[in-house]
Structure formats: C-alpha cells, structure tokens
C-alpha cells in the first residue's frame, strides 16, 4: 500500500512570496490533515478535510494561508505572502474515516521543509 | 484547550530500558497515540491506547491511565536506531476528535 505523497520535499522562497505544497493521501482514506511543525516541537493542525469539506480550520491563519481538497482526494496549501516565521516542515496526514465521528490512526507524508528568506 | 506535557530531552544506553512519560488534561478524551519522529521524517505510528493499561508490541509498550491523565512509553533492548523523537499526541472528542501533540521527547541512544 502506498504511503501519503507529497511534493516538493524542499522550497526556498523569499518573505513576501508565494508557495503550494501538493499532498496524495492513501487511497481510500477520506480524511485529510495539514500540520505545520517547527523545529523542536510537535506537529500543530491546520486544516482537517472530510472528504472535500473542512471539518476544522481554526488555527488556519486565514489570512495568508489556503487550503482545498477539490475532487476529496488530492489537496494543496497555498501561502501567499509568506513570513518569516512561516519557515517549517508541512505535514499532511491521512486517516480512515470509521463513523460516528471517528477516524482511524493517521498516516504522515515525508513533509515539505519551507525556508523563509 | 488542551495540555500535553512530555520530557523534552532523555539519554539511555544501548540495551537498557527507558521510559518516556507523557501527562495530559483533556476535557473529552478519546485515545493518546505514540509516534516516532526521526530527524528530518515524517512522524510514524508506534502505538494507541484507548482504556487503561498496558498495549505491548515487540520492544514497545505503552500506558495509560485515564484518571491520571498519565501515558508512558516504554522501549527495551534500546538499539542505536531508537534515537528519535517521541510524539505523544492525545484526541479530544469535544475537539472535533482531532488530535494535538506535545512537543516530543528527544532521544539520544548511546554506545
């Protein structure tokens, strides 16, 4: 079974720039995370997708970020303009959606490490 | 809200046994999960507790104790491989079940 994908591993941009991360969940798995992680601590959510609806974007700063899962199977996290402080690895996960409010264990992708200059 | 704390840093010997613990306060908890995070990787899943007592798979085994708020993790016959960080991360159903991390625990195997 194939892993979560994601591309590019690596950007380097410019503050004020714009940057898309891609992510290819495992197939079948209906839910979809987005976290962002800084060196030295752990992954923090945010977006959730059920399907191509978002179930939780509240730490989304909406302001720069975006995100859309379109046809509920790939998505992309735009950030436009980028700062500083954005410089971290992304993270998308995915998970079997069980029911009831469930999902199953989730499944991390090899993350894109964004460095803000 | 919710907090996890965990040790940010632990050192142990090559064949001991090392214990991470995590502690959390959650309104709605729903599972605390263990993953393992090597430097520049993507987090893996280690291991998930639900109800209390011990989840044993191979040289791991993880705790929990819901009305302590207290999971540890437990690693046997430590290889050099194991150095890591140690994810702790708790589901909150009054949270939308979605999960929140602490900040790891950073794992250094010595010869």
């Known amino acids: 079974e194939a892993g979560v994908a994601q591309s590019p591993r690596y950007k380097i941009i410019e503050k004020r720039q714009s940057v898309a991360f891609w992510c290819n969940p495992i197939s079948g798995h209906a839910t979809l995370y987005w976290y962002q992680q800084i060196l030295g601590q752990g992954p923090k959510l945010l977006i959730q997708?059920?399907?191509?609806?978002?179930?939780?974007d509240s730490q989304l700063p909406k302001d720069r970020f975006s995100a859309e899962r379109l046809k509920g199977v790939d998505s992309t996290l735009k950030i436009q303009p980028a700062k500083l402080e954005d410089s971290a690895v992304y993270l998308c996960a995915s998970s079997r959606w069980t029911g009831a409010g469930h999902t199953d264990t989730q499944y991390f992708g090899p993350g894109t490490r964004l460095t803000v200059l | 809200g919710q907090n996890i704390d965990q040790p940010t840093e632990m050192t142990a010997t090559e064949g001991a046994i090392v214990q991470i613990n995590c502690t959390y306060q959650t309104s709605g908890f729903n599972g605390l999960f263990w993953y393992q995070q090597h430097a520049g990787e993507a987090p893996t899943f280690l291991s998930y507790n639900v109800l209390d007592g011990l989840e044993e798979k191979g040289r791991f085994s993880s705790f929990l104790s819901r009305s302590k708020g207290y999971s540890y993790l437990l690693l046997k016959e430590l290889q050099m491989k194991d150095s890591a960080s140690y994810l702790c991360?708790?589901?909150?159903?009054?949270?939308?079940?979605?999960?929140?991390f602490g900040g790891g625990t950073r794992l250094m195997v010595k010869p």
């Open positions: 991360a708790v589901r909150d159903r009054n949270a939308g079940n979605m999960l929140t």
């Open positions: 997708f059920q399907n191509n609806g978002v179930v939780d």
